[in-house]
Nanobody
Framework: QVQLVESGGGLVQAGGSLRLSCAAS????????MGWYRQAPGKQRELVAT???????NYADSVKGRFTISRDNTKNTVYLQMNNLKPEDTGVYYC????????????WGQGTQVTVSS
């Protein structure tokens, strides 16, 4: 089992930056995939970015070139650096961990609010 705690959200003006952190309750070295998802009001949760245990990354087209996902295995933490933020980036950002143990298990954090004003 994995507990995930996000932090770093807040209110920022368009064009600004934020860095989100996701602290895991256990060593993340063996977690197959960690990622960030977001949910805007009235919309479905969508993938923002993922990173594998090997360091491969994947981004939604809407954030490519602006957001960077990284992981620090020594701190059991995953980060999302968000630059050049836009109002459409507003939403609750959730950390996710996908663990394989005979089958896939999904774990979620409680979410952190990001609000980008125009």
């Amino acid at each position: 089992q994995v507990q995930l705690v996000e932090s770093g959200g807040g209110l920022v003006q368009a064009g600004g930056s934020l860095r989100l952190s996701c602290a895991a309750s256990r060593n993340i070295f063996s977690i197959a995939i960690m990622g960030w998802y977001r949910q805007a009001p009235g919309k479905q949760r969508e993938l923002v970015a993922t990173i594998t245990s090997g360091g491969s990354t994947n981004y939604a087209d809407s954030v490519k070139g602006r957001f960077t996902i990284s992981r620090d295995n020594t701190k059991n933490t995953v980060y999302l650096q968000m630059n050049n933020l836009k109002p459409e980036d507003t939403g609750v950002y959730y950390c996710n961990a996908k663990v394989y143990n005979n089958r896939w298990y999904d774990y979620w954090g409680q979410g952190t609010q990001v609000t980008v004003s125009s």
